[in-house]
C-alpha cells in the first residue's frame, strides 16, 4: 500500500522547479509546499509579479524568498534552504531535480526541455500543446542524455493513459480512448466574444478560446494516440453526445450501429465532462458474463469511466514516478503516430499574420500522422513567433507548410525539422 508515497519517503526530498505562474503552476506551487519530502526550489515566469504573487498564496515567508536571475545566487539561496523567484526560465532546468512545465507555450516549452535535457533535469510537462509538436523527438534526447521526459498524471492525457494501462494489464481489448468536453465547440470562437467569461473563471482568455475551439482538446488526444498508437477515426473526430451510462452503446463501429469507422480510435464526448474514458471488450464469454453482472452493462462492448481528472493536483505522482523510479505517466511510444493541424478560424488574407493557439485566426483539428505527411500539413504548434501567410486561404481549410512563412527563429521549428528526419 501506499506505493508511491513510500518510494518518496526512501528516496527523500526531491528539488522541484516550476515554469509558468498560471492557474496550474500556481496550484502546484501551494501543493508542494505543503507535501512532506518536496521542496518547490526555483519558481519562474515572465513576470517577476507572477511569480511573488504565487509565492504570496503559500505559507512561504518572504524572507525565505530570493528573487535572482542569477544562477550561482540560486544555487547558494537552495543550499541555504531558501526559495527562489526568477524571470530566468531556465534556472528551473539547471539545478533541481525534476522542472514542472506550466507554460502552454510551445517555443518557451521547448527552450526548458533542452535546457534540463542538458543538465540532465527531469521534465514532468503540462505544455501538452509543446509534446504534440516535437515531444517524439525530445522524449529521444531525453533517452540519450538518460532522464525521464512525461505527460502529467491529472492532465487528461495522463488521465486516459491510466485507465488503457488499467485496461491492458487486466487483459481487455480496448476499442476506444477519449475525454468529455467542458464546454460547446465553436471553432470560430475568439478571445473577445470569451473575455468575460474568461474573467469569471479565472482563465487566460487565449486559454479559454483553445478549449471552445476545440483546439485544446485535439492537442490532448494526439498525446494520447502518440502514447497508444490510436488515431483519430475521422478528421477533427466525432464529437459525440453521450452520458457516463450510454457511452458503450454510442461509441460502437456502423457495422455494431454506431458511427465509427474503425476501432482503436479516440474521440471526444459533451455530456460527460469532466470525465475520461475507454471502451473496451473481454476475450472471453465469462468474463463478459461477469461484467454484466457487476452491472457494467450488456455488453459485448464496456465503458471504463473516470468522472474527474485532476490536473496539477495530481503532478506529484509524475514526480515521483519520474525521479524516483525512472518511470513515465504518459509519453510518445514509438514516434508521431497523429498531429494537430492548423485550420482557417476565418478567411486569411495573403500576408496576415498568424496568432497561433487560442487567437482570432486558427483552430487545430486531429489528424494521423501518415496523412499530415502525404498532404505537407501545418502542425498548428510551429505557428509562433512571426509567421505570416503567403496566399489567401478560405475558412476551414487546412494549411500546409507552403501557405506560411515560418519564424525561422523558433527553437521548436528546428526540433520539429529534426523530429521529421528521425522519424
Do not use: W
Request: hydrophobic share 40%.
Amino acid at each position: 500500500m501506499f506505493f508511491l508515497r513510500n518510494t518518496l519517503e526512501k528516496y527523500g526530498e526531491i528539488k522541484v522547479g516550476i515554469v509558468g505562474t498560471g492557474i496550474m503552476g500556481t496550484s502546484l506551487l501551494n501543493q508542494l509546499v505543503l507535501l512532506d519530502n518536496f521542496k518547490p526550489a526555483v519558481v519562474a515566469s515572465r513576470r517577476i509579479e507572477s511569480v511573488l504573487n504565487a509565492f504570496s498564496k503559500t505559507n512561504v515567508k518572504k524572507e525565505n524568498i530570493v528573487v535572482t536571475n542569477s544562477v550561482e545566487d540560486a544555487k547558494k539561496a537552495i543550499n541555504e534552504g531558501l526559495y527562489v523567484a526568477t524571470t530566468n526560465t531556465l534556472i528551473p532546468a539547471t539545478i533541481t531535480d525534476c522542472v514542472v512545465d506550466c507554460t502552454g507555450d510551445t517555443e518557451e516549452g521547448s527552450k526548458v526541455s533542452l535546457c534540463a535535457i542538458e543538465n540532465k533535469v527531469h521534465i514532468v510537462t503540462l505544455n501538452v500543446e509543446m509534446d504534440a509538436t516535437v515531444g517524439p523527438y525530445i522524449k529521444k534526447l531525453a533517452d540519450e542524455s538518460g532522464i525521464i521526459y512525461t505527460g502529467t498524471s491529472g492532465d487528461e492525457p495522463g488521465a486516459i493513459m491510466e485507465l488503457y494501462e488499467f485496461s491492458k494489464t487486466l487483459g481487455f481489448e480496448v476499442l476506444a480512448l477519449g475525454k468529455g468536453k467542458n464546454n460547446d465547440l465553436n471553432q470560430s470562437a475568439t478571445p473577445d466574444e470569451l473575455e468575460e467569461e474568461a474573467k469569471k473563471k479565472g482563465l487566460n482568455k487565449r486559454m479559454l478560446t483553445s478549449f471552445v475551439d476545440g483546439t485544446n482538446t485535439m492537442i490532448e488526444l494526439n498525446a494520447v494516440c502518440n502514447a497508444t498508437g490510436f488515431l483519430p477515426d475521422i478528421r477533427g473526430c466525432h464529437c459525440i453526445n453521450s452520458t457516463p451510462k450510454t457511452l458503450a452503446k454510442d461509441i460502437k463501429i456502423k457495422e455494431e450501429g454506431g458511427i465509427l469507422n474503425n476501432y482503436k480510435v479516440v474521440d471526444f464526448v459533451r455530456g460527460i465532462a469532466p470525465g475520461v474514458f475507454a471502451i473496451v471488450r473481454c476475450k472471453s464469454d465469462v468474463l463478459t458474463a461477469e461484467m454484466e453482472f457487476l452491472k457494467m452493462g450488456d455488453g459485448p462492448n464496456f465503458a471504463i469511466y473516470r468522472p474527474y481528472h485532476l490536473t496539477s493536483i495530481e503532478t506529484p505522482n509524475s514526480i515521483i514516478r519520474a525521479v524516483a523510479l525512472n518511470d513515465s505517466t504518459i509519453v510518445s511510444k514509438n514516434g508521431p503516430v497523429a498531429e494537430t493541424i492548423t485550420m482557417a478560424k476565418r478567411d486569411l488574407k495573403a500576408g496576415e499574420k498568424l496568432d497561433g493557439i487560442g487567437g482570432y485566426t486558427i483552430y487545430g483539428a486531429l489528424e494521423s500522422h501518415k496523412v499530415q505527411i502525404e498532404e505537407n500539413l501545418l502542425p498548428i504548434g510551429l505557428i509562433t513567433g512571426n509567421v505570416t501567410v503567403n496566399k489567401d486561404i478560405k475558412k476551414g481549410e487546412a494549411l500546409k507548410y507552403s501557405d506560411v512563412n515560418l519564424d525561422e527563429s523558433s527553437t521548436i521549428l528546428k526540433l520539429r525539422r529534426k523530429q521529421d528526419e528521425l522519424f
